[in-house]
């Protein structure tokens, strides 16, 4: 399809729970990025993949942050353990190879951590 | 970290009126692109300028780039009251992957 489809719409979790977050990107597209935009302005990079390879990392807070890309799959976001902190809206984004029509993003997933 | 800083941080104008947003960003870059975003939905692409260009239109979207002082405009003419959103310049460093940094984005009220 031509959008990026991101379940579920809202989750709330418990201090301490996990919580899973998912990203259908578009088909065709080689690369997936997800993003945390808290407070409504300040967007966060996390991760991205090209197909199901970790590409870039360098935004993961890794001890209770994992990320997914496997073939046949939508990716996921797991958060372990969840923290007040990581209340946020959680964004998926694709993009072809090259980037140069910009990025597909998702309508988010809404976490709330109580 | 947030590369880009935008101003102003809000803006609120007439409809008909043009808006302007200014994004400033701290590395070199590959491109840079500007985002709508409505209230709770996605990001929306509306328009990529890469570091070689210095000007691009796209219907009422006139978008500047001058990268010896790391700024980038955002112009939308004729505003109208859907134009009501927030808007955020994202940058690909060079070196950086193909990953977005995103400014702190502007928040634009159309009034009828």
């Known amino acids: 399809g031509e959008e990026v489809a991101q379940t579920p719409k809202h989750l709330v979790r418990g201090e301490g729970q996990k919580a899973k977050l998912y990203c259908a990107p578009i088909?065709?597209?080689?690369?997936v990025f997800w993003y945390q935009q808290v407070l409504k302005n300040e967007f966060k990079f996390l991760i991205s993949?090209?197909?199901?390879?970790?590409?870039?990392e360098t935004g993961m807070p890794k001890e209770r942050f994992s990320a997914k890309c496997l073939p046949n799959s939508p990716c996921s976001l797991e958060i372990q353990a969840t923290k007040l902190e990581d209340s946020a809206v959680y964004f998926c984004?694709?993009?072809?190879?090259?980037?140069?029509?910009?990025?597909?993003f998702g309508s988010g997933t809404r976490l709330t951590v109580v | 970290s947030q590369q880009g800083e935008e101003d102003p941080q809000a803006l609120s104008i007439q409809e008909g009126e043009n808006a302007t947003m200014n994004c400033s960003y701290k590395?070199?870059?590959?491109?840079l692109q500007w985002y709508r975003q409505n209230s709770g939905r996605g990001l929306v692409h509306l328009i990529l300028?890469?570091?070689?260009?210095r000007e691009k239109h796209s219907g009422r979207l006139r978008v500047t780039l001058d990268t010896s002082k790391k700024s980038s405009s955002l112009l939308i003419t004729a505003s109208r009251a859907a134009d009501t959103a927030s808007y955020f310049c994202?940058?690909?460093?060079?070196?950086?992957?193909?990953?977005?940094?995103f400014g702190t984005g502007t928040q634009l009220k159309v009034e009828l």
């Open positions: 994202a940058t690909a460093s060079t070196g950086g992957g193909n990953k977005l940094t």
């Open positions: 590395t070199s870059i590959n491109n």
């Open positions: 984004a694709s993009s072809q190879w090259t980037g140069s029509n910009g990025y597909t």
């Open positions: 088909k065709g597209h080689s690369y």
């Open positions: 300028i890469r570091s070689n260009e």
């Open positions: 993949f090209q197909n199901e390879n970790v590409f870039d």
